[in-house]
């Protein structure tokens, strides 16, 4: 499975963007999908999972209320809708896909190459 992530960019404080990962591969509809992030000087952290399905899904509490992720299977893409950005989400964003969905990096084995994502005050 192959990933690129789109969608960065610069934004105010309290605007939204919307991410988008685009996946290559017959089997991208057997894996979980997740976003994580990295903030400059920051060990990369979770910021939300969902099942190849999209029953499940979690999220990191930092983020919780104000991103949704979803996936459309047909057309091999997972988004994350991040609404009321803070300065705090201002991080390079990757998404990764794993064999199930969690919170752990080192659990995914499939990484696109980040985009950018800087909220100003």
């Known amino acids: 499975v192959q990933l690129q992530a789109s969608g960065g960019g610069l934004v105010q404080a309290g605007g939204s963007l919307r991410l988008s990962c685009a996946a290559s591969?017959?089997?991208?509809?057997?894996?979980?999908l997740g976003w994580f992030r990295q903030a400059p000087g920051k060990e990369r952290e979770f910021v939300a999972t969902?099942?190849?399905?999209?029953?499940?899904?979690e999220y990191a509490d930092s983020i919780k209320g104000r991103f949704i992720i979803s996936r459309d299977n047909a057309k091999n893409a997972v988004d994350l809708q991040m609404n009321s950005l803070k300065p705090e989400d201002t991080a390079v964003y990757y998404c990764?896909?794993?064999?199930?969905?969690?919170?752990?990096?080192?659990?995914?084995?499939?990484w696109g190459q980040g985009t950018l994502v800087t909220v100003s005050s």
């Open positions: 969902i099942s190849w399905g999209g029953r499940r899904i």
């Open positions: 591969g017959r089997t991208f509809s057997t894996y979980a």
């Open positions: 990764a896909a794993g064999l199930w969905p969690n919170s752990v990096s080192q659990n995914y084995h499939y």
